[in-house]
Nanobody, 129 residues
Framework: DVQLQAYGGGLVQAGGSLRLSCIAS????????IGWFRQAPGKEREGVACISSSDSRIYYADSVKGRFTISSDSAKNTVYLQMNSLNPDDTAVYYC??????????????????????WGQGTQVTVSS
């Protein structure tokens, strides 16, 4: 079974950029989807982006569309989330995991954000104003 770990968070000023990495071990991304999720204090977990190797589908939440880019490097078993034009509302712990379905889309991401009981460590992103 694939194990995923998110890296790359930090403190950045509004308008700045960060690149998160999701590194897989134990298996590959072949025929899988990988999603990025985030949770801010006091808020529900949100699915922000998803990439599927089975059908090449990519999904972005409206809140990040045009600012975030998800990509994958199969040779490195890594999925990236490039985050540009960051604002304080992007402050959250970011997690990566395989969603409930390989079909990346809003229904999959919403269901996945609510389904799983454990989420691993994640990586903190803090955007200062």
């Amino acid at each position: 079974d694939v194990q995923l770990q998110a890296y790359g968070g930090g403190l950045v000023q509004a308008g700045g950029s960060l690149r998160l990495s999701c590194i897989a071990s134990g298996s590959t991304f072949d025929n899988k989807a990988i999603g990025w999720f985030r949770q801010a204090p006091g808020k529900e977990r949100e699915g922000v982006a998803c990439i599927s190797s089975s059908d090449s589908r990519i999904y972005y939440a409206d809140s990040v569309k045009g600012r975030f880019t998800i990509s994958s490097d199969s040779a490195k078993n890594t999925v990236y989330l490039q985050m540009n034009s960051l604002n304080p509302d992007d402050t959250a712990v970011y997690y990566c995991r395989s969603p409930l379905s390989t079909r990346c889309g809003p229904a999959t991401m919403i269901a996945s954000s609510r389904h799983f009981a454990t989420w691993g460590q994640g990586t903190q992103v803090t955007v200062s104003s």
